[in-house]
């Protein structure tokens, strides 16, 4: 009775959403971090308006990327619809990162000495959902005998600890990196955009879970994808990023299929 | 597609069980380690025959004693159908003890280094299910406009390490010891088993972990009851801690409710 049922009531609806379910290309676009949405019975978990609508919460534009790449590459599209404060689906139940007590400058209230059925009641209610989405599109796509791939988007701020970062497009992997590898050879004959792999972050930060998870144990290709967020505050910023990244992905894909 | 279902197949059935169902004492019988049997699809985790059929695989005669205590005390009976080898559901998902590499003097080769995929197809398939069908049962109950009361059985093995144990019953508590001190009580007044608090383990071990996640953050009365395995080798030993036991806990939660 302390169960999921206590995060997310009838009027929050579904944890995760599905969109362009028809998508035929075989690509999965995973977005972990596109709701700064609390679940109602969370509160503010003791943080400020600006803090809950910032960085911390969500990752500005990641959805509205996500969404152009699912129309331009014709993949399903799966993201989670409440905020990374109350779990992070791109970390494991057991990383303290899942339900993080601090998140860069903030320390988060509500995260604070969690009790075991707090702890449960996000994992059972936010995390396996989220992955048993992802995991029945790959399946489904492999049953239908295509050659499911993985790209998951994400955005970074282009501030982090008061410190500045150059670099605009991270092109993320682990242990496979095909796929990246493919992107960042084509981005290296130039373009717009400064482009660097494991950047900001990489498999060493453990921020490549959704890959570990869905990816590798398979052999799928896969990716994840970090976009500077100042790129992506207005829709002509989105088309732009979204329209390279299309042509990176697809154009990488066929060398690497 | 890395899922669950890798972890339990069509031939190996659900992995809880619920019996006597239409219990109305509001008691809930739990028993996570009611089980040696592994998932068709895990082989022998590296370990000998020996090792698969000890106390680390499961608490030989706890569900012999649950099912009575059930069937005396007119409560529900949830227990895991599957082996603690694979997921001990007394532990959360971000213990190391969940998946143990190691328990006691036996390594277990199937459980080094999981992979995140392989961590998360357990933990979806054996811990999630198990703790919420214990929290559909305490919900219905307390639905129903009846006292949920959460009673956890365990057994122990009479030789840990080398060392004998002189215990016979243990009655574990957390930080609610309502139940367990009535218990507690009555079994100071004298009778045929050694009986002591919090032994040989305690919350400090962290085997509390059901309790903790489904009676304290509600008040439930509750209590975690560990019998020495060579006390039920055999039917009548069963019965006589099943008889003791019926009338220990009945006589407390009178003088508790």
Redesign the interface.
């Known amino acids: 009775?302390?169960?999921?049922s206590g995060i997310l009531t009838a009027s929050d609806g579904e944890a995760v959403a599905l969109e362009n379910a028809t998508g035929t290309s075989g690509v999965v676009l995973v977005c972990e971090h596109a709701s700064a949405v609390l679940p109602a019975a969370a509160g503010d978990l003791g943080l400020s308006a600006d803090a809950l609508s910032s960085h911390i919460a969500w990752d500005p534009g990641a959805l509205a990327i996500a969404r152009r790449l699912s129309t331009a590459l014709d993949g399903v599209l799966v993201h989670q619809r409440f905020s990374r404060l109350i779990y992070d689906c791109n970390r494991?139940?057991?990383?303290p990162a899942?339900m993080p007590e601090k998140s860069e400058i903030y320390e988060i209230p509500g995260n604070r000495d969690l009790?075991?059925?707090?702890?449960?009641a996000r994992?059972?209610a936010l995390y396996?959902p989220f992955?048993?989405r992802v995991?029945?599109e790959?399946?489904r796509i492999?049953g239908e005998g295509r050659k499911?791939v993985v790209v998951t988007i994400h955005t970074f701020t282009p501030v982090y600890f008061g410190k500045p970062r150059e670099v605009e497009i991270g092109i993320l992997h682990d242990t496979d990196s095909r796929l990246a590898d493919a992107m960042l050879e084509a981005a290296a004959a130039g373009g717009p955009y400064r482009v660097e792999r494991n950047s900001p972050y990489g498999p060493e930060d453990g921020v490549t879970?959704t890959l570990?998870?869905?990816a590798?144990?398979?052999g799928l290709a896969n990716v994840m994808i970090e976009v500077r967020n100042d790129l992506v505050r207005d829709d002509a910023g989105v088309e732009a990023v979204s329209a390279y990244l299309a042509d990176l992905i697809s154009g990488a894909l066929e060398r690497v299929a």
């Open positions: 009775m302390l169960l999921r494991p139940p057991e990383s899942a009790a075991p059925a707090e702890r449960y994992t059972a396996i992955h048993d995991s029945a790959l399946s492999a499911p879970h570990r998870l869905h590798l144990p398979l």
